[in-house]
């Protein structure tokens, strides 16, 4: 069972908080190995959106400050956090980011209001992002790098980035002319195109771990893959090393200065779901990858004594479930974010009753879903009711504008299943097992604040961060238009998730702390891996993969003052020892 290999340092997954953590350790002097468990790297991370949320970068000229982010964010946390922790991410993300930067990485500025824009020192500037990459620049590792979310690219296949997703995704001036040098570029790539179908261009998540990953093959760091971490090896107390298992062969190896359990959260695995959240939501309707995230680093590192936080709430997300097609065991998830805000619909639970702020941030989105299935058992699914104008315009969930998806090209058995069509609004009511009744009302009130442009109940399009997603051509209000143009639709909408908050508790130097808060000797988490530093708050658009990103850089800093500080140890012992 042992392999008699020894690391300084093992790396357990190969996301955004891993690569750093690898990284960074080896930059730090230290052997380091990466074990990822499924057939590609890059995680959920290689998949996103890439953002990463790092206030006060200093990356360019702004008077953000340390003061007026803990000022925004003193006003939005709902719950208690650990403060030292906050303070650690405070100090280190900045760091982080200006080691990215002095590696080559081009991260820069995505102009991106923080997801409450009406809190005190909220900004537009703290989020972050890389420019695109060429996966070529990775070599033999090129197809081997987990592939980007599926509407991040033009028919699953021409990789956008943000100012390209935005423009076509709403359909701006000059959206056609976008898409055209996207097509050109794609198909005049002939190199690529002898070699794979798939698009050079890393875009987004998969530019950001393009670069990170360009640094950790330059350095020789193995990232051995099919690797799944089992368990924890723990003598006198302290981890030693790792047992995994590789296509059903169990082997151990040992780490000498520590393990960074970066293996993200828990949000394919029902069993936790159903034990950790009030509402648990699914699995299935994660928009995470299937085969990753389940949570068996967290259970390895519970059974070993370590103490959780924040484990109540996943980022959640709206999604919508569709079919395959081609195949017969699985349905994609579509992330419906940015959809549910559009003019022109509205979100109800299964009583025909609003809930939420439907533009506003996804994450607050779920929280709204939990609360109104808490109270009235009729949401999880809710449902988005629009009209032809937005059926024509924009997508909903994997439902895609009738340009590009026309009614008479829905497969039939999508009718009532996926999307559900009806001429007048009582006839959707009905299909769709809604108070007629209250659906009318609910949709009368929308129109009226469409006419006014102002919402008295939830305040849709009142803020920054609304408005960006909505539709400048629709006045007063882009977030209101009116629900009047018949045939009207609907479509359910699933509590989904982009991983999980909570995780193991980890203390500001990302050591995991057991019952007593005391750090457990050599063993490490970032990412979703371990609680998030902001609690059940989602501040900014890279709210995850920053503090990802900045404690695994903490981790490694950490391990590497420990070994320099057991080599001073044992130097100073054999000088005594010379002396004696
Ligand atoms: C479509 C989409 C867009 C998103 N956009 C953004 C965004 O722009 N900004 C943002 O902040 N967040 C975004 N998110 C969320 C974000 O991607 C994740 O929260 C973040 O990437 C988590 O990083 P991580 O390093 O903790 O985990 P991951 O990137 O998920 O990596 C964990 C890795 O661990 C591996 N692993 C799991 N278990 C084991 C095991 N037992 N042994 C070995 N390996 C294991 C997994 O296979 C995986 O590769 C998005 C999510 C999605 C789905």
């Known amino acids: 069972m042992s392999s008699n290999e020894t690391y300084d340092v093992i790396v357990v997954g190969s996301g955004a908080a891993g690569a750093m953590a690898a990284l960074r350790a080896k930059e730090r002097g230290l052997s380091v190995l990466i074990v990822e468990k499924a057939h590609k790297y890059g995680g959920t991370s290689a998949t996103s959106g890439g953002v990463l949320w790092v206030p006060d970068h200093q990356l360019t000229l702004n008077d953000d400050s340390r003061e007026k982010t803990l000022e925004y964010l003193d006003s939005i946390m709902p719950g208690p956090i ?7 991410y405070l100090d280190n993300a900045p760091e982080m980011a200006r080691f990215m930067k002095s590696l080559g990485i081009p991260v820069g500025v995505a102009a991106w209001p923080d997801y409450y824009p009406q809190a005190a020192s909220a900004r537009a500037d703290r989020s972050l992002i890389c420019d695109t990459f060429d996966g070529r620049e990775l070599g033999e590792h ?3 790098m987990r592939e980007q979310y599926n509407r991040f690219k033009v028919f699953g296949r021409y990789s956008m980035d943000v100012m390209q997703f935005f423009s076509i995704s709403t359909r701006a001036k000059g959206w056609v002319i976008t898409f055209l040098k996207m097509f050109f570029r794609y198909w005049t790539d002939f190199s690529t195109r002898k070699l794979t179908m798939r698009d050079r261009r890393f875009t987004m998540g998969a530019a950001m771990m393009g670069w990170l990953y360009k640094q950790v093959f330059d350095r020789k760091i193995e990232v051995r893959l099919d690797t799944k971490l089992d368990e924890l ?76 936080e924040h484990t109540e709430s996943g980022w959640w997300i709206p999604t919508m479930q569709m079919p395959m097609p081609k195949a017969s065991n699985f349905e994609e998830i579509h992330q419906a974010a ?42 999880t ?53 809604v108070p007629v009744d209250t659906l009318k009302q609910t949709v009368a009130n929308m129109n009226r604040y469409a006419g006014t442009g102002v919402d008295p109940e939830f305040g849709r399009g009142s803020n920054a961060y609304d408005q ?40 500001a130097s990302a050591r995991v702390l057991d019952g007593s808060g005391r750090p457990i000797p050599n063993l490490y988490a970032a990412g979703n891996n371990a609680g998030s530093p902001f609690g059940n708050c989602y501040p900014g658009a890279g ?8 404690f695994g850089y903490v981790a490694a800093n950490h391990i590497a003052a420990c070994k320099v500080e057991q080599q001073q140890a044992g130097a100073g012992a054999s000088h005594v020892d010379a002396a004696a």
């Open 82 to 88: 650990q403060r030292d922790r906050l303070d650690a």
């Open 142 to 144: 090129f197809p081997l």
């Open 233 to 308: 090896i723990v003598s006198d107390r302290q981890v030693t090393g790792v047992r995994l298992s590789h296509y059903g062969r169990r082997y151990e190896i040992k780490a000498s200065c520590g393990v960074v359990l970066c293996a993200g959260g828990f949000e394919w695995n029902q069993e936790l779901r159903d034990r950790f959240f009030p509402v648990p939501g699914l699995t299935r309707h994660s928009s995470s990858p299937e085969d990753a995230n389940r949570g068996e680093a967290l259970i390895a590192g519970m059974q070993i004594g370590a103490a959780t």
């Open 338 to 379: 940015f959809d549910v805000g559009r003019p022109h619909s509205v979100a109800v639970n299964r009583k025909g009753l609003r809930f939420v702020d439907e533009a506003c941030g996804y994450d607050d989105f779920g929280k709204a879903m939990v609360a109104d299935q808490l109270k009235t058992g009729a949401n």
């Open 381 to 433: 699914p809710c449902w988005l009711v629009f009209d032809a104008r937005f059926r024509d315009k924009f997508s909903a969930g994997g439902i895609m504008p009738t340009i590009l998806m026309p009614d008479r090209k829905i497969p039939p058995d999508w009718w009532d299943r996926y999307l559900f069509r009806a001429d007048t609004l009582e006839a959707l009511a009905a299909k769709i097992l």
């Open 468 to 507: 960006m997603f909505g539709d400048w051509n629709v006045k007063p209000n882009p977030c209101l238009g009116p629900i009047d143009k018949a045939p009207y639709y609907a479509v359910p909408i699933n509590l989904g998730d982009l991983g999980t908050k909570g995780g193991l508790k980890a203390d």
């Open 543 to 550: 709210g995850t993969i920053g503090p990802a990103l900045t």
